[in-house]
Antibody, heavy 120, light 106 residues
Framework: QVQLVESGGGVVQPGRSLRLSCAAS????????MHWVRQAPGKGLEWVAV????????YYADSVKGRFTISRDNSKNTLYMQMYSLRAEDTAVYYC?????????????WGQGTLVTVSS | SYELTQPPSVSVSPGQTASITCSGD??????ACWYQQKPGQSPVLVIY???KRPSGIPERFSGSSSGNTATLTISGTQAMDESDYFC?????????FGGGTKLTVL
């Protein structure tokens, strides 16, 4: 069965960096686009970024463009999000999600999420 | 930037039909999908490509789309359907989510 397991969350000071990982299993990882979606405490869903199946295309939300970098290692079935210059407003549960096909969604599988708290 | 607008809350009596709308400019020209999220859990896809239901989703969930509005309909609503629901679409190389609708079954 499909499994997406995020890791790397934690408490980080404003301005610092953090790298999230998402280990995928149960499907052919290299065939699908993958997304990061976040949810601030008590708030709605906010899409963060997507990467195409082969890593050739990447798209970002304006709120993270220039600060976050999405990447993948198809040999390790792992998705990454490198986050720089973190701000208090980046505090959220970060989910990785599998695209049903390419990069436009929908997301047919989600991980359990990893909490990132940006605080001094 | 593109926006999707949902009502913050919808209430329905058990066994009745609940309708949740999602509005956006020319949304009917794009594919919309819907997610259900219960407290403390990850979202679950319940409708995609406007009207399609993933395997394992009960038949009481259905979707439609026309003009500027996509609609999620839950027929014979059950207590277990009480959740937050989010619509989603793709526009200009970005994924857009609606603000979410809290469905209360009372």
């Amino acid at each position: 069965q499909v499994q997406l397991v995020e890791s790397g969350g934690g408490v980080v000071q404003p301005g610092r960096s953090l790298r999230l990982s998402c280990a995928a299993s149960g499907f052919t990882f290299s065939s699908y686009g993958m997304h990061w979606v976040r949810q601030a405490p008590g708030k709605g869903l906010e899409w963060v970024a997507v990467i195409s199946h082969d890593g050739s295309n990447k798209y970002y939300a304006d709120s993270v463009k220039g600060r976050f970098t999405i990447s993948r290692d198809n040999s390790k079935n792992t998705l990454y999000m490198q986050m720089y210059s973190l701000r208090a407003e980046d505090t959220a549960v970060y989910y990785c999600a599998k695209d049903l096909e390419a990069v436009a969604g929908p997301f047919d599988y989600w991980g359990q999420g990893t909490l990132v708290t940006v605080s001094s | 930037s593109y926006e999707l607008t949902q009502p913050p809350s919808v209430s329905v009596s058990p066994g009745q039909t609940a309708s949740i709308t999602c509005s956006g400019d020319k949304l009917g020209h794009k594919y919309a999908c819907w997610y259900q999220q219960k407290p403390g859990q990850s979202p679950v896809l319940v409708i995609y490509q406007d009207t399609k239901r993933p395997s394992g989703i009960p038949e009481r969930f259905s979707g439609s789309s026309s003009g500027n509005t996509a609609t999620l309909t839950i027929s014979g609503t059950q207590a277990m359907d009480e959740s937050d629901y989010f619509c989603q679409a793709w526009d200009s190389s970005t994924v857009v989510f609606g603000g979410g609708t809290k469905l209360t079954v009372l």
